[in-house]
């Protein structure tokens, strides 16, 4: 018996072996909650979606089979519970089917959403790296700063934004700007934190090699880009690094370069 | 001869917040080209500042230095030294090669230079086959010599260490003492080495300097009679112990004038 289990898994391919694969790794599991989404997503649709079609069928005066029934539920033209293959109808019919500048598009309603978000992301970086530089430049600006920056992250920025891009507007800021700001004004600190937090990596032992080599922030652009990918706060390529990163007793890594080869590195926790 | 570096009368005193400490206190030295001069002593004799002040880490607080007829900062602007750190401060995101590329990158050497410099200062401290390898895949020794090599990279004349095997164990340390001694013959360099073990100075240097601490200072300079060409087991000569009787000597005078202060 177990003869022919191991003879079935070493060819590698046999019912047997991929059920066993199945049932040993992650994918069985991962199916059966969707499949059990799905289930329960298309009972409740005929359950939400019954009353309205039980009037419909009324005044058509139709008798219908359960079947046709059910049928119905799930293809209303304005359910209250869409099912998952009229969500991916529609998004088809009003992205690709849809004319691109056409106010129906779905994706340029997602440019509108996407430019003002990347606009704020925009200003949020520059905004984030700009403190986070005068942060770590010195001590006053650190501890007049910091509390401030704090501070804002307490206020309810979204549900006072229709007061902000209406005061905004008062005072001549319309269109993209009010809107960029709001996403501004969330994305900046973690930008901030990451990078206070990057640009201090740096070990004085580090420090103390770059100055040996007389690396003046003019000749060696490496002192900055030293301190710039320790405070990358990106993850990627963790695979790979993953044995320092664990002796490090984190798993944060990073990616940095000199646009000619890009290289992982870890970051410091120390 | 030429005097690599001098010192005379230097005194280095730290402002802490307990009040001043002399890290160093009129040390006249002369280190000629070609000597491999330890330094040994114990913890907070100045060992390490009197190489920090070499590499104008440390500002002296009186007396002069001069390396190559300069002043450090002057040296230090001319790369006329390489420091070994007593951790090797590899960049964990960047291979041994490119780690040793560093200090060549900084100073603009131009590509084919720079590899031609990477092999054969990967070479000289035996680590050619590991150009690809990152520093978390290398022995703590692996690492250490990967440090020299980048040390080594932009051929300065003087090379400043400071306690570079001190992290690492005996079999390891007694094998890199060796490498090391065949590196300085090979490359005819200078070296100040800080240690505080009493056969490592012993069997590395042309000459030992004994310090003491508080205040940090030189208590003892001896000129070693032992040949160029060490075997390991030269350690067991009656010439060799004879040195290393007299370090001994050395640090334990050191330490009864702290007792009698």
Redesign the interface.
Known sequence: MSDIAGQSAATGFSVGGVIRRLWQGSTLPVIIVLIAIFVFWYAMAIQMNASWQIRLNERAKAEVSTITFIDQTWNQKKPVLPTPHQIVGEIWNATVMTKIDSRRSLAYHAWVTLSSTLLGFTFGTLLGIGLAIIIIHNDASNRSLMPWIIASQTVPILAIAPMVVVGLGAVGITGLVPKSLISMYLSFFPVVVGMVKGLRSPQALELDLMRTYYASPGSGVHAVALAFCHSLPVRLDAGRHRHFADRRGCGRTLQCGRGRSWCAAAHRVV | MTAVVSAKDLCLTFQTKDGPVEALKDVDLAIEKGEFVSFIGPSGCGKTTFLRVL???EQPSSGDIIINGETPENA??D?A???V?Q?A?L?????VA?NVA??L????YAQVEKEKRIKRTLDLVNLSGFEKK?P??LSGGMQQRASIARALAFDADLLLMDEPFGALDEIVRDHLNEQLLKLWADTKKTICFVTHSIPEAVYLSTKIVVMSPRPGRVTDIIESPLPKERPLEIRDTPEFLEIAHRVREGLRAGHSYEEDA
Do not use: N, S
Not at chain 2, 91 to 95: A, E, Q, V
Not at chain 2, 105 to 108: L, P, Q, T, V
């Open positions: 590499a104008d880490l230090r602007k790369r030294y390489g420091y750190f951790a401060a960049l964990p995101w960047r291979t490119d560093l200090p990158e900084i100073m603009g990152f978390w895949q």
